[in-house]
């Protein structure tokens, strides 16, 4: 259980990317998000709910490696590999 919430589905719903241009469920987002590992998401939207009526369009995806601002000091926590980060837009 990952947040606290009980999550069911089975594996076959499972995306295993996002293509650029398309349309996705909130549902379908939250649930890759679940089940995929250094996969990360930009939204207009302050949060994704587990909604199967809000829509998002996919706008870019970019593999890179994402340096985070560190807990003080002027640092920075380093990337253990390259991230794939989605843009999405809401779209209803």
Known sequence: MKGGIKVAFYKDEILKELLVEEDYTAKQ????????ENVT?????RSISYN???KY????KKEKYIYRSGS???DYDLPNGISTVYEVEKIS
């Not at 998401?41 to 939207?45: A, H, P, Q």
């Open 41 to 45: 998401v930009l939204s207009d939207d």
């Open 57 to 60: 369009k996919v706008i870019s």
């Open 72 to 74: 003080g000091n002027n």
């Open 29 to 36: 987002i939250e649930q890759f998000l679940y089940e995929n």
């Open 52 to 54: 199967k009526a809000i």
